[in-house]
């Protein structure tokens, strides 16, 4: 089920900024605008496609310690500590080691500089987009059996 939810989801992250971000990727004033208009849009396609209540997954273990980790307020959740320290090492690696991560890194500092050195800034936004829909789907996969969540995500119980 997680494989095919970041197979779900990487996608629409690359689509989302084909579609609205691409074509104005030189306009930085109207970028922010944009993002809200997206963020509502989002939002409102949520609500439709999931209605205002709310959801909770089942969760990964069986096992009773886990789980009771999981629900305590006071205990952090194994998986999530756990997964969070990989994807933390991971993304420090990437960024600092690979070229990808540099020309990623270069493009969010000057996108004009970027471009004369040779760095797709096209790509590496496609990238930047997917990378964040698929941190951002693993994540949400984590927390969903711990939390209800709801179309917006803004109001946990």
Not at 76 to 101: D, M, N
Request: glycine share 8%; hydrophobic share 55%.
């Amino acid at each position: 089920m997680i494989a095919l939810t970041l197979l779900i989801v990487v996608p629409m992250g690359t689509f989302v900024y084909r579609l609205t971000y691409e074509p104005i990727a030189e306009a930085s004033t109207l970028l922010l605008i944009v993002a809200v208009a997206v963020h509502f849009a989002m939002v409102g396609l949520g609500l439709v496609m999931f209605d205002a209540e709310g959801s909770r997954t089942t969760a990964f273990s069986d096992a009773r310690s886990i789980s009771a980790a999981c629900r305590s307020p006071g205990k952090a959740c194994p998986w999530l500590v756990g997964t969070a320290i990989v994807l933390i090492l991971a993304l420090y690696f990437y960024f600092e080691r690979s070229i990808s991560g540099k020309a990623l890194r270069a493009t969010s500092v000057n996108r004009l500089g970027a471009r004369l050195l040779g760095i797709g800034t096209t790509q590496a936004g496609r990238l930047a987009f997917a990378l964040a829909a698929g941190l951002g789907a693993l994540c949400d996969v984590l927390v969903a059996p711990i939390t209800t969540i709801y179309y917006d995500s803004t109001r946990a119980s």
